[in-house]
């Protein structure tokens, strides 16, 4: 209203006018002098000009600038509001308005903080003038007409919490840390579902399978394929691409957002056309990488971002004071958070989250049908702080905020939506296999073959969604360290891959997927170095006798098909760990030898071969066990006394709960779906609505 715009303009005068008073290179008068009335009028006018110049010249600008790194947009914002403060300070008359160019960026800066406040028309965590700005947004959607022409069918919105497992949300509702999904609970009006990953317990695997129906040959997060001699990273934008392609060549359609969808934050599209921070089309060049559009539509205000940088800075300010703080109290287990960890966290739990909630936002009230976006926060935090820690439970309570925000942005939209909240996987908790025991995995396989151990191993980086996503904003390679296509070791010698607990050993020198029978012969000492270690739980290798086997300690060696009736080192890892390294096993790029880290099932620990107190990846604990909350409207996920396996599943889910909205009917080809390993792996987690799918 015109009532809110002056009491913003006045509150702007108000700012400069004291700003003038305590910045001795930010004047408002002549040399002269002026009376107070003539001071009042310049900085009304400089106000008055500077929030024209914002509401119609920094959308253009910012829309130019989309070609600049993400991150350095973010930057550049503030330099680009002192110059349209420059700007309308020389448009003030007689020349009355003066300020340096430093000076003008800090005043700027503290205008546009304060005229959002003001406004409310930012103010995420202001429920009440947040809804009154939806509110203003709908009813110019219905003197425009465009309320009356959105569709009556319901849209769903689903939204990803990485690396929430179910039984951290469940602890995290009755803790009353996250009231909307408790409320929702609560109420009945959503329903709270676990469901069980593959082998491979990590984003890129699931999401994925979730987004495309296919993780077939996913093996973990990150592996070597000895038929291309190149690296896999999941959350490298060239793999996701390759990936990506791969699954849309499998299942032979698109993804689960082909029609009228939208993509946020994600490592996959989905097959989506509106994308914003999506992985798998950050590596194009040109107009086909939409991915970064979405900055345009956060930054096109400039006091969005000052009010993400504020945030931005007390989340470094945050995360230095609370690993200070570990390590004084001397906490264990605890990984190192020094470096750009301070600032890669506040990209993750602010930057991103800020874009992507902005997105989804844009999205609804767009109308669109269907909409998937990924909020990493919890996950990075996890990682270094732990999942049950107080670090990772104000990251969920910020998130729960989100949810909020989302809701009521759901009771404006020109149509009705249903929020669906899902996770990727959960994390295990753990000290690092580092830490316990002195030396890496990679250093315990080259003592095996016998090679050279360095004295300082190279650490692994955690390969957390947040590190990649700062990479691509500032379009550097997101390769780090033996990431890189082509291994640079020498071919003799092994290649040893991380994903959380999990590590894959290959050998680029030989061309196919060795026996236990060539390894031996070629280092005897190898697996049984590896089999008997305290840290390892078991090992996948091809025996020419027997086929795939499982082998642990004391000798234990037990062929897949035997593995339900003698788990052996199987036991501790739950019923249906034979079923998930069945299919693993059947991948074509499962490498030379798969090491599953020791599990403590009485604890739930597991022991990362990364540089993770918090860590998914592999099989043991909570990182198998995400969540699927829904609302009671759809139909069960599965029938009562079955179970959802594998992401794949979930992808049919949400397929049919599409169309159960009347939402995108994105056609299925399933003679091209991937064929079941076993009988029994599929038989309980199939309902009859998925397979009528």
């Not at 002026?34 to 000009?49: E, F």
């Not at 119609?56 to 350095?72: E, G, I, N, S």
């Not at 990273?233 to 791969?246: D, H, K, M």
């Not at 900055?295 to 995360?319: K, Q």
């Given at each position: 209203m015109w009532w809110r715009s002056?009491?913003?303009?006045?509150?702007?005068?108000?700012?400069?006018?004291?700003?003038?008073?305590?910045?001795?290179?930010?004047?408002?008068?002549?040399?002269?002098?002026?009376?107070?009335?003539?001071?009042?009028?310049?900085?009304?006018?400089?106000?008055?000009?500077?929030?024209?110049?914002?509401?119609?010249?920094?959308?253009?600008?910012?829309?130019?600038?989309?070609?600049?790194?993400?991150?350095?947009?973010?930057?550049?914002?503030?330099?680009?509001?002192?110059?349209?403060?420059?700007?309308?300070?020389?448009l003030v008359p007689d020349g009355r308005g003066e300020a340096n160019p430093e000076t003008a960026v800090v005043v700027a800066a503290v205008m546009s903080a304060v005229a959002s406040a003001t406004g409310g028309a930012l103010a995420v965590r202001d429920d009440d003038a947040y809804r009154r700005r939806l509110y203003r947004l709908a009813d110019r959607r219905r003197r425009r007409g465009i309320a009356g022409a959105g569709p009556s069918t319901p849209g769903t919105v689903f939204l990803q919490l990485d690396g929430v497992g179910h039984d951290v949300l469940r602890d995290a509702v009755d803790l009353g840390v996250m009231p909307t999904v408790g409320a929702w609970l609560g109420a009945g009006t959503h329903r709270l579902t676990p469901w069980r990953t593959d082998w491979s317990s990590q984003t890129g695997a699931s999401q994925l399978g979730i987004l495309h129906g296919s993780n077939y040959d996913v093996p973990a997060?990150?592996?070597?394929?000895?038929?291309?001699?190149?690296?896999?990273?999941?959350?490298?934008?060239?793999?996701?691409?390759?990936?990506?392609?791969?699954?849309?060549?499998?299942?032979?359609?698109?993804?689960?957002?082909?029609?009228?969808?939208?993509?946020?934050?994600?490592?996959?599209?989905?097959?989506?056309?509106?994308?914003?921070?999506?992985?798998?089309?950050?590596?194009?060049?040109?107009?086909?990488?939409?991915?970064?559009?979405?900055?345009?539509?956060?930054?096109?205000?400039?006091?969005?971002?000052?009010?993400?940088?504020?945030?931005?800075?007390?989340?470094?300010?945050?995360?230095?004071?609370?690993?200070?703080?570990?390590?004084?109290?001397?906490?264990?287990?605890?990984?190192?958070?020094?470096?750009?960890?301070?600032?890669?966290?506040?990209?993750?739990?602010?930057?991103?989250?800020?874009?992507?909630?902005?997105?989804?936002?844009?999205?609804?009230?767009?109308?669109?049908?269907?909409?998937?976006?990924?909020?990493?926060?919890?996950?990075?935090?996890a990682h270094h702080s732990g999942p049950v820690s107080r670090d990772a439970e104000k990251v969920l309570a910020r998130l729960d905020r989100s949810l909020a925000l989302i809701a009521k942005v759901a009771e404006h939209a020109p149509r009705p939506y249903r929020i669906v909240v899902l996770s990727d996987h959960g994390q295990s908790p753990g000290e690092t296999f580092r830490a316990r025991y002195g030396l890496g995995l990679q250093d315990l396989v080259r003592a095996g073959c016998g090679l050279p151990v360095p004295r300082r191993a190279r650490r692994t980086h955690s390969g957390a969604e947040a590190r990649a996503a700062v990479r691509a904003a500032l379009r550097r390679p997101v390769e780090e360290g033996g990431e890189k296509h082509r291994p640079a070791s020498r071919r003799s010698e092994p290649i040893v891959l991380a994903s959380g607990n999990l590590g894959l050993v290959s050998f680029p020198d030989v061309p196919h997927r060795m026996s236990k029978e060539e390894i031996d012969a070629r280092h005897p000492a190898l697996l049984p170095t590896l089999a008997n270690h305290p840290g390892v739980g078991f090992l996948l290798v091809r025996s020419e006798e027997h086929g795939a086997v499982v082998l642990g300690a004391r000798g234990a060696e037990i062929p897949l098909a035997d593995l339900d009736e003698r788990p052996g080192p199987l036991a501790d890892f739950g019923a249906h760990a034979a079923d998930a390294i069945r299919r693993t096993d059947s991948f074509p790029h499962t490498a030379d030898i798969m090491v599953n880290s020791w599990y403590d099932p009485a604890e739930g620990e597991v022991l990362a071969f990364e540089e993770q107190i918090g860590s998914h990846g592999g099989l043991g604990g909570a990182q198998g066990h995400p969540f699927l909350l829904a609302p009671e409207v759809f139909s069960p996920p599965v029938a009562n006394g079955a179970e959802l396996v594998g992401a794949q599943q979930v992808h049919h889910v949400l397929r049919r709960w599409l169309r159960e909205g009347s939402g995108p009917q994105v056609p299925l080809d399933e003679s091209r779906h991937e064929p079941a390993p076993d009988a029994s792996f599929t038989a309980a987690t199939v309902t009859p609505q998925d397979k009528s799918a």
């Open positions: 002056i009491a913003v303009w006045a509150v702007s005068t108000v700012t400069m006018l004291v700003l003038a008073g305590i910045l001795p290179d930010f004047q408002l008068q002549s040399d002269n002098g002026d009376s107070a009335t003539r001071i009042a009028l310049t900085a009304a006018l400089g106000a008055g000009a500077f929030g024209i110049l914002s509401a119609l010249v920094w959308p253009l600008l910012v829309r130019a600038l989309l070609l600049v790194p993400a991150l350095v947009l973010g930057l550049v914002v503030f330099f680009l509001n002192g110059g349209l403060l420059i700007f309308a300070l020389a997060f990150r592996w070597y394929e000895k038929d291309t001699r190149e690296i896999q990273v999941s959350n490298r934008p060239t793999s996701a691409a390759e990936l990506q392609r791969r699954a849309i060549e499998h299942t032979g359609d698109g993804g689960l957002l082909t029609l009228d969808g939208a993509s946020r934050g994600n490592l996959f599209s989905g097959g989506a056309e509106q994308v914003a921070l999506v992985l798998s089309v950050a590596a194009r060049r040109g107009k086909e990488n939409r991915s970064r559009a979405g900055y345009f539509a956060y930054f096109s205000d400039p006091a969005n971002a000052v009010r993400t940088a504020l945030s931005f800075v007390a989340e470094v300010g945050r995360e230095i004071g609370q690993s200070t703080r570990a390590r004084l109290t001397r906490q264990r287990p605890r990984v190192g958070r020094g470096g750009l960890y301070p600032f890669i966290r506040a990209f993750a739990t602010v930057v991103e989250r800020d874009v992507v909630v902005a997105a989804v936002i844009g999205d609804m009230l767009a109308g669109r049908s269907a909409v998937y976006a990924d909020l990493v926060a919890y996950d990075e935090v």
